[in-house]
């Protein structure tokens, strides 16, 4: 170790044990592999699971608002739309308002897939809150989208 390498180290402040953006990052990941691991026998990935219960919340929308709804680029929801509409999870048609417009919503097969994994989902998430009663809950929810409309409008 040289001097240089010493005096930066000891110049360094004192680190907290983790930031709060590492410590989302490692829920945001370790949350993606479990849901990857449940939906592998559907062949589907969480980005494209994601997409589908977005669609059902929120049924006929374009390509640039499922990017959005689902933080995606549009390059990647192009790729995804495609893998999803040649699956025959999605439909695209046309908007009767302006007819160049292709509106995207769920097929019948795109619910049943849905519908069937929803369960193991839902005890992903159960499992990831187990320690927190119902107030707590929803305080972390509320934290959790309080910080992403703050980095949203900056």
């Given at each position: 170790?040289?001097?240089e390498t010493t005096k930066r180290e000891q110049d360094r402040p004192e680190r907290t044990p983790s930031l709060m953006l590492y410590v989302v990052k490692q829920l945001e990941l370790v949350a993606r592999a479990r849901l990857d691991e449940?939906?592998?026998?559907?062949?589907l990935t969480a980005l494209?699971?994601?997409?589908?219960s977005v669609l059902e919340r929120r049924p006929s929308m374009t390509s640039s608002d499922?990017?959005?709804?689902s933080f995606v680029r549009a390059q990647s929801t192009s790729d995804l739309v495609a893998t999803l509409t040649k699956r025959g999870l999605i439909q695209r048609t046309a908007d009767p308002a302006n007819r160049r417009r292709l509106l995207i919503s769920l097929t019948d097969a795109g619910y049943d897939?849905?519908?069937?994994y929803d369960p193991q989902v839902a005890?992903?998430?159960?499992e990831m809150l187990r320690e927190l009663d119902s107030e707590q809950r929803e305080q972390f929810r509320h934290f959790l989208l309080a910080g992403r409309e703050a980095l949203e409008h900056h």
């Amino acid at each position: 170790m040289t001097t240089e390498t010493t005096k930066r180290e000891q110049d360094r402040p004192e680190r907290t044990p983790s930031l709060m953006l590492y410590v989302v990052k490692q829920l945001e990941l370790v949350a993606r592999a479990r849901l990857d691991e449940v939906l592998r026998p559907a062949g589907l990935t969480a980005l494209q699971y994601t997409a589908l219960s977005v669609l059902e919340r929120r049924p006929s929308m374009t390509s640039s608002d499922l990017a959005r709804a689902s933080f995606v680029r549009a390059q990647s929801t192009s790729d995804l739309v495609a893998t999803l509409t040649k699956r025959g999870l999605i439909q695209r048609t046309a908007d009767p308002a302006n007819r160049r417009r292709l509106l995207i919503s769920l097929t019948d097969a795109g619910y049943d897939v849905l519908h069937e994994y929803d369960p193991q989902v839902a005890l992903i998430e159960e499992e990831m809150l187990r320690e927190l009663d119902s107030e707590q809950r929803e305080q972390f929810r509320h934290f959790l989208l309080a910080g992403r409309e703050a980095l949203e409008h900056h």
